[in-house]
């Protein structure tokens, strides 16, 4: 093994809260060392890190935290019983995801990379998408660099922030996108339209963290948290009623792709489709199959 282990705590904070579909999560991450090393593993082979259990945690929970099944967590952790978990306990992982959390950066392939936020970067989102009241520390965000095909078929370089645990996703997620061409009006953080989200959405940019409460409740969203992302938000509105938002949206909310251009058809998330497998392949939840409201444009992952 040429690639030093991390040592590593994660803890965990479950805040519930009740009467809101989405949970308000807060992460507390510890002796997070960061290593210096080269953040390309090249190895192929398992690499096990171990996981420190905290109360509430379930096998599925954990599995879902990191991407892994769950049979593969009982496979790696045979002398466990999942019903019996114990906080304080050690479980065996095999994750990217656990992996690269303490990385500085993490090259995917070319083109695809996260790091942590610099402090040019933290300077440029404090009081915008960073703002008072927002739950998680600059620490446990990452930049987030992509590519995209745009709606006239060039390359194009787009930048995200979320979520550490979400950053290994993104790459993969948006390196599969690149492949398949599958269009992307814009990727830019929301700092370019002063971290106002209606402004975004109505430019059809796609974005991840920024903070900011629940639309229609006081309650902070997955976004806050950077666990949430909007995708081409224009072609897939967020739907409550009467209200359509962004408000230049109102044509898409009728979903019968048939009724749209090719151009435009191909925006337009739908269950089964490619977006939307690798999102869930990974996890996630979409808004799109809320009875309501309806977030077309929204995938969120619940890490805890
Ligand atoms: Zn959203």
Not at 39 to 63: N, Q, R
Not at 126 to 140: L, M
Not at 230 to 236: A, E, G, H, M, V
Not at 277 to 297: N, S
């Amino acid at each position: 093994m040429s690639v030093r282990r991390l040592l590593l705590s994660v803890v965990l904070v479950l805040l519930m809260l009740s009467g809101c579909k989405e949970k308000a999560p807060e992460i507390v991450i510890t002796n997070n060392e960061k290593s210096k090393e080269s953040p390309l593993i090249k190895e192929k082979e398992p690499h096990f890190d171990a996981y420190e259990v905290v109360a509430g945690d379930t096998f599925s929970k954990i599995a879902r935290k990191f991407n892994v099944t769950e049979e593969k967590l009982k496979e790696w952790n045979q002398e466990v019983v999942p019903e019996a978990l114990v906080a304080g306990q050690s479980l065996q992982l095999v994750s990217p995801i656990l992996q690269y959390l303490g990385k500085e950066e993490v090259v995917f392939q070319e083109g695809f990379t996260y790091q942590v936020l610099s402090d040019e970067m933290i300077q440029k989102i404090s009081g915008y998408s960073y703002r008072e009241g927002t739950p998680v520390d600059y620490t446990e965000l990452r930049l987030v660099n992509v590519l995209y095909i745009d709606l006239k078929g060039k390359n194009q370089t787009g930048e995200l922030i979320v979520n550490q645990y979400l950053a290994q996703d993104m790459v993969e997620i948006f390196s599969h996108l690149f492949e398949e061409k599958y269009p992307i009006e814009e990727i830019s953080l929301v700092e370019k339209y002063q971290a106002d989200d209606e402004l975004s959405m109505s430019h059809n940019n796609t974005s991840a963290f920024c903070h900011r409460p629940i639309e229609g409740s006081a309650e902070v969203s997955y976004h806050s948290y950077g666990l949430a992302i909007d995708i081409n938000p224009l072609i897939n509105p967020y739907v409550r009623e009467e209200l359509v938002l962004p408000a230049n949206a109102s044509s898409y909310r009728e979903r019968d792709k048939s009724q749209f251009d090719k151009e435009i058809a191909q925006m337009m998330i739908a269950p089964g489709d490619l977006i939307y497998q690798l999102f869930m392949d990974r996890g996630y939840e979409w808004g799109g199959d809320w009875t309501t409201p309806k977030d077309y444009q929204h995938f969120e992952k619940h890490i805890n």
